[in-house]
C-alpha cells in the first residue's frame, strides 16, 4: 500500500512539473510572436526602412540594459528616502494578552507606619492578575545618532552616481546603435562591390572557357579561373551571413524582433565638424566624463562610510514614549504615559569599532587610487579616440580621391564600351573597381562618423548631431 502510494505521489509530481514546464513554454512563444508582431507593424508603417533617428530613438526606448539602469536610479531615490525615514519618529502599535497560571502576589516588607510593631503583618497584595492584556502606543525619535546623518549623505551620493550611471548607459547604447547601424551600411555596400566581382569572375571563366577550348590556355589556367568564381561566390555568401549577423544585434539592441529583414537609410551628414586640438579634448573629457564623476560619487561614499565608522565610537541617544493601557485590575488607573531619555556609549566590543574603522579607511584609499586610475584611463583613452579620429578623417579624404579618379575611370570604360573599344569582361572589370572605390568611400565615411562619435562621448558632448546637409559633390 505504501509503495503506490509513492508511485501515485511521483506520478503527480512529474505530471505537474511537465504541465508548469509546457505553460513557460507556451508564454516564450507566445511573447516572441507578439513581439514579431510588434516589431512587423512599426516597420510596416515606414515601409520597412529604418533611419539612423529612428534607432536611436529606438535604442533609448526600448534596450532592456538601459530599463534596467532607469529601474535602478529609482531604486537609489528610494534608498535615499528609506535613509531620510532614520530622522523621523517612529510610531508602533502593540497588543498583547497575557495568561498565568495564577495571580502573582506580593508581600508588604515595610508598613511605613510611625509605630514599628512587635510582629511582622504579613501582608500581602496582589499585584498581576491571573489574565491579562496590554496595548500601547509607542514612539521613538532620535536625538543624537551620527551614523543616522552620513548614511544619508551616501544614499544621497548613491542617487547621483545612480543617475550618472544612467546617462552614461545611454550614451553607451547610443554609440552602440551607431556603430551597428554604420557596420550593416558598410556591409551592404561591400555586397555591391562583391556581386560585381563575382559577376566580373564569371565572365572572365566564360573568356577563359573559349580559350581553353582553342587550346590557348591549360586546363590548369582554366581551373584557376574556376576557383577565382567560388572564392567571389564565397565572399559574397560571407557578406551575407556577416549582414544577417549585424541586423539581429541591431535588432537585439533596440529589443526588436531579431529576425526581422527591413532596409537602413543612407544618413545625410554635415560639412567636418571643428575638432579642437588634443590638449583642449582632453581637459573638456576630465571636465565632462561621467567615469570620473561616477569614481568621484564612490570615493565620497567612502568618506561618509568612514564618518559612519568614527560614530559608532559615540554615544546615541534615543527619545523614546508611549501609551499604555492594561486590563490588570491591580493598579490603579490602568491607563498611564511613559518617556524615556535614553543613551548607549560602546565601551568594548572585541574591537569590532576599530577594525571597522580601519576598513573604512583600506576602502577610502582603494576608492581615492581608483579615482585616479579612471583620470589616467579617460586621457588614454581620449587620445586613443583622437588619434582614431583624425586617422580616419585622413583615410576619409583618400577615399574620396580614390572615388573620384574611379569615377572619371568609369566613365572612360562607358565611353569605350559604347564604341565597342573594350570587351565585356574589361567593362565589367571597370564596374567593380568602381563599386569597390564607391564601397571604400562609404566604410571611411562611416569609419570617421563613429569615430566622432566616440570622441564626443568622452567628452560630454553630443554624440549624434548632424548639421547642416553636405553638397551633392562630396555626398
Request: with cysteine.
Amino acid at each position: 500500500m505504501n509503495k503506490l502510494l509513492i508511485i501515485i505521489s511521483s506520478i503527480l509530481l512529474v505530471s505537474c512539473s511537465s504541465v508548469d514546464s509546457e505553460k513557460k513554454q507556451t508564454l516564450r512563444m507566445k511573447s516572441l510572436a507578439d513581439r514579431e508582431n510588434e516589431s512587423k507593424k512599426y516597420f510596416q508603417q515606414y515601409n520597412n526602412t529604418l533611419t539612423l533617428d529612428r534607432a536611436i530613438q529606438l535604442s533609448v526606448e526600448r534596450n532592456l540594459t538601459l530599463k534596467t539602469k532607469t529601474i535602478e536610479q529609482e531604486i537609489a531615490r528610494l534608498d535615499k528616502k528609506i535613509a531620510f525615514g532614520n530622522f523621523l519618529p517612529k510610531v508602533s502599535l502593540g497588543y498583547s494578552y497575557t495568561m498565568l497560571n495564577d495571580k502573582i502576589m506580593g508581600e508588604t516588607k515595610d508598613t511605613a507606619l510611625p509605630i514599628p510593631l512587635p510582629i511582622s503583618l504579613g501582608l500581602e497584595t496582589r499585584l498581576v492578575d491571573k489574565n491579562l492584556s496590554l496595548f500601547s502606543v509607542n514612539a521613538q525619535m532620535p536625538i543624537f545618532v551620527p551614523a543616522t546623518w552620513f548614511l544619508y549623505s551616501a544614499r544621497q551620493k548613491g542617487e547621483n552616481i545612480s543617475s550618472l550611471t544612467r546617462d552614461l548607459t545611454e550614451k553607451m547604447i547610443k554609440l552602440q546603435t551607431i556603430g551597428q547601424y554604420h557596420y550593416i551600411l558598410a556591409l551592404e555596400s561591400e555586397k555591391e562591390y562583391l556581386k560585381q566581382e563575382l559577376e566580373s569572375a564569371k565572365e572572365f571563366n566564360r573568356s577563359a572557357k573559349i580559350a581553353l577550348e582553342a587550346k590557348a590556355i591549360l586546363p590548369w589556367e582554366y581551373e584557376g579561373t574556376e576557383q577565382i568564381v567560388q572564392m567571389r561566390e564565397f565572399a559574397l555568401k560571407q557578406n551575407a551571413r556577416d549582414l544577417q549577423s549585424a541586423k539581429m544585434s541591431l535588432m537585439n539592441n533596440l529589443d526588436m524582433y531579431p529576425l526581422l529583414d527591413f532596409q537602413l537609410e543612407k544618413p545625410q551628414y554635415n560639412e567636418d565638424v571643428k575638432i579642437p586640438t588634443l590638449e583642449e579634448t582632453i581637459y573638456e573629457a576630465l571636465k565632462n566624463s561621467e567615469f570620473i564623476q561616477i569614481r568621484e560619487g564612490a570615493e565620497d561614499i567612502s568618506k561618509d562610510v568612514t564618518k559612519i565608522a568614527i560614530s559608532n565610537f559615540l554615544p546615541k541617544i534615543v527619545l523614546t514614549g508611549g501609551y499604555f493601557n492594561t486590563s490588570n485590575a491591580a493598579l490603579t488607573d490602568p491607563d498611564f504615559f511613559m518617556g524615556t531619555l535614553g543613551g548607549m556609549f560602546s565601551i568594548f566590543n572585541g574591537f569590532q569599532n576599530v577594525n571597522e574603522y580601519k576598513k573604512a579607511r583600506k576602502n577610502q584609499e582603494i576608492a581615492f587610487i581608483k579615482r585616479e586610475e579612471e583620470i589616467m584611463k579617460v586621457i588614454f583613452e581620449t587620445v586613443n579616440a583622437y588619434n582614431s579620429l583624425e586617422s580616419s578623417r585622413e583615410e576619409r579624404d583618400i577615399a574620396l580621391k580614390n572615388f573620384a579618379v574611379n569615377t572619371g575611370r568609369f566613365n572612360q570604360k562607358k565611353l569605350e564600351k559604347e564604341t565597342d573599344s573594350i570587351d565585356n569582361w574589361e567593362y565589367i572589370q571597370g564596374v567593380a573597381e568602381y563599386e569597390k572605390a564607391l564601397s571604400l568611400k562609404e566604410k571611411a565615411e562611416y569609419k570617421y562618423r563613429v569615430s566622432l562619435a566616440t570622441l564626443n562621448m568622452l567628452t560630454g558632448k553630443d554624440i549624434f548631431a548632424k548639421g547642416e546637409k553636405k553638397d551633392e559633390k562630396t555626398k
